[in-house]
């Protein structure tokens, strides 16, 4: 008997809700299906089942951090399972929600029993997520440590990354799940993105390459991270900053969820209570939304840097965040945005309104009549087991005053 298939993240995987009159009824049991497998704790001796049940299935894609190497069970070597995945969850809950509200009026079962039974086991995933939320209410979060090879020689390619004047960093993240709102889609910050991971290892593989470096730097740096989420990539850099040699960075992480805030500045707090190699960074969570940003205390003083990653994922996101950074950023300073391509599902083509909002005719001027556009481009390509299955590629865009 071969081993269950991994489903397919929800996200990427469920057809539209307003397209369902138009899918046959087996597409909308597969769909059903693939929740089912995702959703339903079974006993392990039942788990097989669902493979012979679910054959159709397509093949699988990783999801949230989920690894090659396991291919069956959804989950990765350090346990962390679709099911686990608030976003993906979030997801399946409105879709369940929003087949119920239709389900009596779909033309494409072929009886009313076929009709009953897809209710039937929508209710049952449904109410499923209900009751998980009473018996795992004592223990939401996922705290994880994140290792990073710092390369502290000064190349500016990565044919050196097996250097051996190497050191680890390692950021412990609490991806908090706890005090969440599961009627709130806004917190995606709670949990950390492919595109921070991607650019925490670019910083740490090539710092010179993005001009994070003593001479480019000085030793006071101040730093900005915009949309930081659980905060990966501001203490990162607390971290390898000092090894650097920049030895007194100031970094202000911020975020405009409130709970996303809370999460972070317990993160920033989790990384730099004991070691006494960071106590000469400053490092705080500062809230900042981009639409109003009110830059009082402590975001009084414009940046040497703006860092931000996966943060466009609205129409208006690129707009909002070019007038801010425009405020927030020194005449000479740079702003570094890593995007995530989304191809697929309702993010599609968001990414194109990163290039159209910096174009370098609109936007707020500077003394000089200068405005913030893109100096430069470079793609980076998925790799397995980092970012979910509809996350294709990442384009980090080097940004400043032209
Ligand atoms: C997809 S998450 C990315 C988080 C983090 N940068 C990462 O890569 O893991 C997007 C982040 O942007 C924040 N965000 C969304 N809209 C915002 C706004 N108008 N102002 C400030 N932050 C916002 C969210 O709260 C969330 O933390």
New binding site residues.
Partial sequence: MSPARRPLPPSSSLPAICSLNNQSESCILNALGGLHAIYIRLPTSLAFQISSAHKDLPAAIDSGYASDNDEGSGKDEEGFELRDDPYERAFAERWLTGFLGRAEELMCFESEDSRQRAIDKASSILASFFSQDEEEDEDTEITRDYRFTLNLDSYETEEHRESKNSEIITVQLTDGLAGRNDTDH???????????FI?TELMCAVPARLNFTKQSFGSAPRII??????G??GIALGKILPRLGVLTPNIIA????PT?LANLQANINKNFSVSTREKSVSIQAAP????TADLSSPLDEQADVLV????I??PE?AV?LRDCAARMLKPDGVFWL?L?VRTTGKFEGIGGTVRTSFDGRDGVRDSQGRVLAILDEERFARPNGIGRGDESEYRLFKIGWA
Avoid at 225 to 230: D, H, S
Avoid at 254 to 257: A, E, I, L, Q, V
Avoid at 288 to 291: A, S, T
Avoid at 308 to 311: E, M, R
């Fill in positions: 806004t917190d995606v910050g709670l949990q950390s993105w492919g595109a921070a650019f991270e915009l949309g930081a989420g659980t990966l990539v911020t975020d405009f969820h996303v900042l939304d981009w639409e931000a990653t996966d943060v994922y609205d996101h909002w890593m995530t």
